[in-house]
Each structure stands twice: as structure tokens, then as C-alpha cells.
């Protein structure tokens, strides 16, 4: 967790107070609201990578395999070897 901390002018926090009032939030918990949505939007905003079928299906049969037990858990680079 990180801390911030902001100094705002009366006026600030009066449009802030009541914003917040008006969705139930007090002007803490609505500003984390707006820095959440804000932080979202640049998720959205991430160009993504198409994939081709045969990367799908290659991720499709290693989840499957994963979900069956068949994975192992490398603890170092060394443990490759047992592979």
C-alpha cells in the first residue's frame, strides 16, 4: 500500500465534499474513485496483441495441462534439467 497525501485549497474540497455527497462517498473515498477510474482507462487504453489460432490453442492445451496437474513448479533455473 502507498500513502499520498494532498493539500487542497477550501474550494477544492467543497466541489470535491460535494460530489462525493451526491454518490455517498466521503471526498477521501471519492478521490480514490477517481484515481481508480483514471488507472482504468489507461488498462483499457493498452494496445492489445491479436493472437493467431494455433498461439490459442498452444495456451488452451498448456492451461489444460496446468488444470490436470501436469505442470511443475521450476523453484530456480537449474531445475529445468528435470524437465
Do not use: F
Not at 491479436?50 to 492451461?63: E, F, Y
Amino acid at each position: 500500500m502507498y500513502k499520498v497525501q494532498l493539500t487542497l485549497t477550501p474550494e477544492e474540497n467543497q466541489l470535491l465534499s460535494i460530489r462525493a455527497q451526491q454518490l455517498g462517498y466521503n471526498v477521501t473515498k471519492y478521490i480514490k474513485l477517481l484515481i481508480s477510474k483514471e488507472a482504468q482507462s489507461l488498462v483499457e487504453d493498452y494496445p492489445a496483441i491479436k493472437l493467431s489460432k494455433k498461439a490459442i490453442k498452444t495456451i488452451d492445451k498448456a492451461m489444460k495441462e496446468h488444470v490436470s496437474g501436469k505442470s511443475v513448479l521450476l523453484e530456480n533455473i537449474d531445475d529445468i534439467d528435470r524437465l
